[in-house]
């Protein structure tokens, strides 16, 4: 098992109680929480946003997660970095450190050549190269992600999720068999803290999530997976 698991916290304000500004205020506010608390990613995942409403959202969970970096006593106990969920467009423009591709986008490498592209378009591009994380629902999947040069793969879904009873989870032997790719490999799907050591066990670098973040102290997740 690694002695420190990666952490994933996949957004969705949907999930939060009233209007959309109380939702998006609400869904910062988890982001900061995640921020103080040392999640290596957030994925800014709200796929049914337009584009200048993701824009807005994503520059504020950016300047959150600044903000966050610069106030810690420990610099390097705070190294958050957020993802955009398939928008390349919204990544740059933001600052943001990168995105999150699906299954079916186009190719990490596809990413990286837009993004070096852009940079030399426009000076204001802060990183030289972007984070390029990509959904995966087979090991073969994940060897693809492997080959392009992504930072991870997410491996889903491994457990039954809550909300999509139809869905047919991988289980744990694909994961372990995922795992053996040259690419750090999250679990998703189902993870909770009674079954994310199994995920650890064989193999997963770390562990992706969205309600076992969202619907809980972060601190206490994050002390409970990394046992400390």
Not at 126 to 133: G, K, M, S
Not at 155 to 163: N, S, T, Y
Not at 207 to 222: G, K, M, P, S, Y
Request: charged share 25%; hydrophobic share 40%.
């Amino acid at each position: 098992m690694p002695e420190t698991p990666l952490l994933y916290y996949i957004t969705d304000r949907t999930v939060f109680p009233g209007d959309e500004p109380t939702r998006c205020r609400s869904l910062l506010d988890k982001i900061s929480e995640a921020a103080i608390q040392g999640v290596d990613y957030i994925q800014l995942r709200e796929k049914d946003l337009p584009a200048r409403q993701l824009e807005s959202l994503a520059r504020e969970a950016m300047r959150i997660i600044r903000t966050t970096k610069l106030r810690t006593r420990n610099p390097q106990r705070t190294t958050t970095a957020l993802f955009i969920n398939s928008r390349i467009d919204v990544a740059l423009s933001t600052g943001a450190d990168g995105v999150h591709l699906r299954s079916r986008d186009v190719s990490a490498e596809d990413v990286r050549i837009a993004w070096q592209r852009a940079r030399a378009l426009a000076r204001d591009v802060p990183r030289p190269d972007p984070l390029i994380a990509v959904s995966c629902h087979s090991p073969q999947q994940v060897v693809k992600a492997a080959t392009g040069r992504a930072a991870f793969a997410v491996f889903a879904p491994v457990f039954e999720k809550r909300d999509a009873r139809g869905a047919i989870p991988a289980g744990l032997e694909a994961l372990s068999q995922a795992c053996r790719a040259k690419i750090s490999v999250l679990a998703l799907g189902g993870v909770t803290l009674e079954n994310a050591e199994s995920c650890l066990r064989v193999g997963a670098a770390g562990i992706a999530a969205v309600r076992l973040f969202q619907e809980n102290d972060i601190a206490t997740i994050v002390r409970r997976l990394r046992g400390s």
